[in-house]
């Protein structure tokens, strides 16, 4: 099986070891994520919860506006 090329500007081991996904939202922003995000169709971006509680994301950087973001979905290699 190839390997999937790596999307994301940050380099996998820049990425904090508690962000297991990282995918770009349409304005361009990349994000970091705990759990496995799920698209947001009406805000244009990813979106990590539970049925209670906001769970663990963080900003890596902006790129370019991506009319295609809910193809940037990645695991983290590691």
Do not use: H
Request: aromatic share 16%; glycine share 6%; with cysteine.
């Amino acid at each position: 099986m190839k390997e999937q090329q790596w999307l994301c500007p940050v380099k996998p081991e820049e990425i904090p070891a508690y962000l297991n996904w990282v995918a770009q939202d349409s304005g361009g922003d990349w994000c970091g994520y705990e759990n496995e995000p799920k698209p947001n169709a009406e805000f244009l971006m990813w979106v990590d919860y539970d049925d209670i509680n906001f769970i663990t994301s963080e900003y890596l950087c902006t790129g370019e506006y991506n009319a295609n973001w809910r193809n940037t979905l990645q695991k983290v290699p590691r």
